[in-house]
C-alpha cells in the first residue's frame, strides 16, 4: 500500500455531537450565572450576559451547521483531510490547530474550502476499528511534521 493512499474514515458518533452541544449550552449558561454574580451596574450585567448569550448562540449555531455538512471525515497520510457533505461528494478541507488525537478520543478541528468550520468529537478503539488504528498512525507523522 502506497503512502498517498493510507487515510482513516470516520463517522461522527451523533451521541457525541450531543454532548458537544449540551456541554455548550450548559457552558453559555454557566457564564450568564457568574455575569449576574459580578458586582457591577444592572444595567451593565445585563448587557455582558446578552453580549455573552449571543456570543455563545452564534458559535452554537456554527457548530451545528459544521454537524449538518459532515457525514464522514477522511484523513490522509500526507496530511490532506477531507469532509463528505450531504451531497455524498468529498469536500477538500484543512486541518485546524487546536485539533487532538488520544488514544480513545479525539478532537477534530477542520475548515472547508468554503471557509466553513467543522469541529468533531471522535472516539474509537484501535483494537476494533482499523480506520482508528489508521488516525492514530496519521496522527503521529503529522504532530511530528508540526
Known sequence: MSSNSYSACLT????LRILVLTS?????????VLILTLELDVAIR???CLAWLAAGQRELIRIERGFESCIKIRLSSDGKAAVLNNDLEWSPATLRTGSVVLRKFAWLRLQTSGGEPIVELLRGNTR???D?????????HIGADG
Open 132 to 140: 482508528w488504528r489508521h488516525l492514530q498512525v496519521i496522527w503521529r
Open 12 to 15: 461522527p458518533d451523533p451521541w
Open 46 to 48: 445585563a448587557l455582558l
Open 128 to 130: 476494533h476499528g482499523q
Open 24 to 32: 455548550g449550552r450548559i457552558l453559555v449558561a454557566a457564564g450568564i
